[in-house]
């Protein structure tokens, strides 16, 4: 459940008009800053399918490849971060 609450937060900030970046703070310490919604892929589903929990993140220099099942938290970023 919890994974399926993760990605709603992801694909709901995804097409927030303007789009403002926001981080993913995983279980192991690590962020992942999404500052383009087109950094981030995953398979969100169906109305009747729950999705892949996978996510791929490509931004300049970073390549990361995790589940949502790894994330504890989804934040927003300060205009000045």
């Not at 800053?33 to 996510?55: M, R």
């Amino acid at each position: 459940m919890r994974t399926e609450i993760l990605r709603a937060e992801v694909q709901r900030l995804l097409h927030q008009a303007p789009f403002k970046p926001f981080a993913l703070n995983l279980e192991n310490g690590d962020r992942v800053v999404i500052e383009h919604p087109e950094h981030i892929a995953f398979d969100p589903g169906g109305e009747d399918s729950a999705g892949s929990s996978e996510f791929y993140v490509i931004s300049r220099d970073l390549r990361v490849f995790s589940t949502f099942e790894a994330v504890s938290s989804v934040a927003m970023l300060d205009a000045g971060a």
